[in-house]
Nanobody
Framework: VQLQASGGGLVQPGGSLRLSCAAS????????ITWFRQAPGKEREGVSC????????YFAGSVKGRFTISRDNAKNTVHLHMNSLEPEDTAIYYC????????????????????WGQGTLVTVSS
């Protein structure tokens, strides 16, 4: 089982990045995929989730309207499209896979996820 996160880097405020999460070794279609992030000195937080089966999407309030999420089950990949980036978005971003269909109160619960990627660093700075 492997989740490979990629696409991080250094970007100026107002810029965009696309993160990718490539999965292998498990039945991707049956898993919800969520992006979390952890900034220095802060707790890990849920950023965005795309639910298995119906593709329903959740977003943290701090990124709503700026980030979008998409999945390609044929390629076992989820993308996080990040626009209008702010310095506060600086963090290590992780993708996680969970074999459940979350609701609003559960999608950002890190303990509910079965598999985790290694993380990719996003730095927003001028």
């Amino acid at each position: 089982v492997q989740l490979q996160a990629s696409g991080g880097g250094l970007v100026q405020p107002g810029g965009s990045l696309r993160l990718s999460c490539a999965a292998s070794g498990f039945s991707f279609d049956y898993y919800t995929i969520t992006w979390f992030r952890q900034a220095p000195g802060k707790e890990r937080e849920g950023v965005s989730c795309i639910r298995r089966s119906d593709g329903y999407k959740y977003f943290a309030g701090s990124v709503k309207g700026r980030f979008t999420i998409s999945r390609d089950n044929a390629k076992n990949t989820v993308h996080l499209h990040m626009n209008s980036l702010e310095p506060e978005d600086t963090a290590i971003y992780y993708c996680a896979a969970g074999g459940f269909s979350p609701i609003l109160s559960s999608w950002a619960s890190a303990g509910a996820y079965d598999y985790w990627g290694q993380g990719t660093l996003v730095t927003v700075s001028s």
